[in-house]
């Protein structure tokens, strides 16, 4: 089970950090990655870890701006996004899968967070 939480309303040009805690079967055979979807467009892969030896992935048009990282004794993920714009405003949402390929395809993760909404004002 996931959960995930940290979103807000934020001035374009702030940060915030979002987390997804893990809780139930855990194993460091696994990946979890950062999904977005705004309103009217698809889910869309922001950025992933890989849960042994720590390797991450980005979107993008996130590069730079965000980074994710792993707090294996607390079973958490973090996302830190900074120089948020307007348009990253979306809900996030954070998923599971068994096996240490991050895919950034959402059919590849079995457990997803309920989300968190991010808005960026202008």
């Known amino acids: 089970q996931l959960q995930a939480f940290g979103g807000g309303l934020v001035q374009a040009g702030g940060s915030l950090r979002l987390s997804c805690v893990a809780s139930?079967?855990?194993?460091?055979?696994?990946?979890t990655g950062w999904f977005r979807q705004a309103p009217g467009k698809e889910r869309e892969f922001v950025a992933g870890?890989?849960?042994?030896?720590?390797?991450?992935y980005y979107a993008s048009f996130v590069k730079g701006r965000a980074t994710i990282s792993k707090n294996s004794a607390k079973n958490t993920v973090y996302l830190q996004m900074n120089s948020l714009k307007p348009e990253d405003t979306a809900v996030y949402y954070c998923?599971?899968?068994?096996?240490?390929?991050?895919?950034?395809?959402?059919?590849?993760?079995?457990?997803w967070g309920q989300g968190t909404q991010v808005t960026v004002s202008n």
């Open positions: 998923a599971l899968r068994w096996g240490s390929t991050v895919h950034q395809t959402a059919e590849y993760y079995n457990n």
């Open positions: 139930g079967r855990t194993s460091n055979d696994a990946a």
């Open positions: 870890i890989r849960w042994s030896g720590g390797n991450t």
